[in-house]
């Protein structure tokens, strides 16, 4: 079953997986962000909640403060 709802990559618990849906913020930092991995349809990991937040995405690892984790949005994906 797809899960619709929108979160704040924030609110994701060690574990889980998420699709990226959005990332908002200054351009410069959404094309960085691109050029990590993270962009829109993307899956993600989250090794590692709070602040820094560590995510798997890929084969690459990324840590990110809490504050940016407010604008990425993901839609959070049924294990297995």
């Not at 990559?9 to 908002?24: M, P, Q, Y």
């Not at 090794?47 to 403060?65: A, H, K, M, T, V």
């Amino acid at each position: 079953m797809a899960c619709d709802t929108l979160l704040p990559l924030e609110l994701l618990c060690s574990g889980e997986w998420a699709e990226v849906a959005d990332v908002s913020g200054e351009p410069g930092w959404v094309g960085r962000l691109a050029e990590l991995g993270v962009r829109i349809g993307s899956r993600l990991q989250v090794l590692q909640p709070g602040s820094p937040c560590l995510l798997q995405i890929g084969g690459s690892r990324l840590s990110l403060r809490a504050d940016l984790l407010l604008q990425i949005l993901v839609r959070p994906l049924a294990a297995g």
